[in-house]
């Protein structure tokens, strides 16, 4: 099983659909969690952190599954400027603490 | 706010020809690291300075080198490039083991 695995998409979704996206891990011993965007040729940006109790922020809601071990990212009220490709990361443990792990990404393509 | 600034932008190399890709941040960060992005194999770390005066490898050291010049910049040697190195290369910082930001990215193509 790979480390951090996401559905890859393309996810093609009208405006103002709500779109969820998972992200699983392999390691339980995890310790951060993030959710990136990013654009065509441009670089990641952070979106959001996902903290145990899960949070929101405006029409984003990251949570955290530890049990299950997999993170997830809702966006609610689709807007054309949401289409980008949205990478989930895991910072690991211990020696492992400095690196974040990050999956390939899921496309998303939000359509007039 | 410049955040992180990488250096070259695009770059064309001919096999066994070689490069430093350097980056510098201005956010008084203590780790860095290095990162490639290929298609359908997403973001892969080559090698990281968890803090000024250390490097380690990530997944994806061999045919690299860094340097962590000082505490603001980390730079990537490619000694003698391969067409597997094409790539885009991204550079990254963090106050320690936090949030990470990153540059714009280099765009490299080795022929």
């Known amino acids: 099983r790979k480390e951090v695995e996401q559905d890859p998409g393309p996810f093609n979704v009208p405006e103002g659909a709500t779109v969820a996206f998972n992200c699983t891990y392999s390691n339980s011993a995890s310790q951060s969690f993030f959710w990136y965007r990013q654009d065509c040729r441009k670089e990641p940006k952070l979106l959001m952190s996902?903290?145990?109790s899960g949070n929101e922020d405006g029409r984003f809601t990251a949570q955290l599954n530890r049990a299950s071990q997999y993170i997830s990212l809702l966006i609610r009220d689709s807007k054309l400027s949401d289409s980008a490709t949205y990478l989930c990361?895991?910072?690991?443990?211990?020696?492992?603490?400095?690196?974040?792990?990050f999956g390939k990404g899921t496309k998303l393509s939000v359509i007039p | 706010n410049a955040g992180v600034t990488q250096t070259p932008k695009f770059q064309v190399l001919k096999t066994g020809q070689s490069m430093t890709l350097q980056c510098a941040q201005d956010m008084n960060h203590n780790s860095m690291y290095w990162y490639r992005q290929d298609p359908g194999m997403g973001l892969r770390l080559i090698y990281y300075s968890a803090s000024e005066g250390t490097t380690d490898k990530g997944e994806v050291p061999n045919g690299y080198n860094v340097s962590r010049l000082n505490k603001r910049e980390f730079s990537l040697r490619l000694e003698s490039a391969a067409p597997s190195q094409t790539s885009v290369y991204f550079c990254?910082?963090?106050?320690?083991?936090?949030?990470?930001?990153f540059g714009a990215g280099t765009r490299l193509s080795v022929l």
């Open positions: 990254a910082s963090s106050e320690l083991a936090s949030i990470q930001y």
């Open positions: 996902v903290y145990s």
């Open positions: 990361a895991v910072r690991g443990s211990g020696a492992g603490s400095y690196q974040l792990t």
